[in-house]
């Protein structure tokens, strides 16, 4: 982990609302794997708190993460263009475990909203272990989809939208229900309600790995602002990615 300017070498709209960001720097080639995050800091006095980001795919030493504007830090890092610094902490926390015991296996990916986006680089990975992959991704509408092309080309995606504008119409449990429980591991990312309903419905599959958000403070461990439920877990350093069996949503 250290903190470095990173240079941006894009940063532009992909869905409404929705961004991508290209950094370069030597932070990208301390991650160990798919899940875990940053913490950027913008320079605005009025924004003394970082904002964590999670890493949706790295290379070398480039990363892109992919954000929604909800509020001013994530609005001011929009406005940032190419050949402009920023301030990364990184990479922080544990993220999506690979291993060969995946060889072969049947693997559902299950992404909603912007969290779908730490799931690209986890699925990119899954390429190693020849694994029969499905990947449901649920959004909000036909505007707010991103990236669909891009998992496409890594395992059978099926969509959907809550006004049927893409995809299936209904929510990442309605979609869910028509896939099945016939799976080895399951991994998600997305609002507590679609991760509540992952850990209960596949409650008999015998790995799943949940990736949880929280507002956070320091984002290393030392200020206990994103403690997990039962207060025994902090989600920057113990997670963001967590035994879906073992932790309380
Ligand atoms: C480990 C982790 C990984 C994340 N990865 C991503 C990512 O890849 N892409 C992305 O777009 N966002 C991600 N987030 C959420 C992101 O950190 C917040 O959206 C961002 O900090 C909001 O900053 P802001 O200044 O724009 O909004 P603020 O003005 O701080 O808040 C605006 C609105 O967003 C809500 N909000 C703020 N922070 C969070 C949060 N941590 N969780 C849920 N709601 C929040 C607030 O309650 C408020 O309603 C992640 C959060 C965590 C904890
Ligand atoms: S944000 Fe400080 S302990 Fe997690």
């Given amino acids: 982990m250290k903190v470095e300017m990173m240079r941006i070498l894009a940063n532009h709209k992909i869905a409404e609302d929705t961004y ?22 913008l320079n605005d006095d009025a924004l003394p708190l970082r904002r964590p980001i999670s890493i949706s795919s790295y290379h070398q030493n480039t990363m892109t993460l992919l954000y929604k504007v909800v509020g001013k830090g994530t609005l001011a890092l929009s406005k940032l263009t190419i050949g402009d610094d920023v301030d990364v902490l990184g990479p922080l926390g544990n993220g999506f475990k690979l291993g060969p015991w995946l060889k072969n296996k049947k693997v559902l990916i299950v992404g909603a909203g912007i969290g779908i986006a730490p799931l690209y680089q986890l699925a990119k990975e899954l390429q190693a272990y020849d694994v029969d992959l499905d990947i449901s991704l649920s959004f909000q509408h036909k505007n707010a989809a991103y990236y669909v092309k891009e998992f496409q080309e890594l395992g059978t995606v099926y969509i959907s939208s809550d006004d049927g504008s893409v995809g299936f119409k209904g929510y990442a449990s309605d979609l869910l229900k028509t896939l099945g ?12 309600v679609v991760l509540s309903f992952v850990q209960s419905y596949y409650e008999k ?40 069996k073992e932790v309380l949503i």
Avoid: W
């Fill in 205 to 244: 599959t015998s790995e799943i790995y949940l990736s949880l958000e929280e507002r956070m403070g320091c984002g290393i461990g030392a200020c206990y602002a994103c403690d997990t439920k039962d207060k025994t877990k902090r989600i920057c350093k113990d997670g963001p990615v967590f035994n879906g």
């Fill in 20 to 41: 991508e960001l290209i950094l370069e720097g030597d932070i990208a080639r301390l991650i160990k794997e798919p899940g875990q995050f940053v913490h950027l800091k």
């Fill in 181 to 192: 429980k016939n799976y080895d591991l399951v991994y998600s990312c997305g609002p507590k």
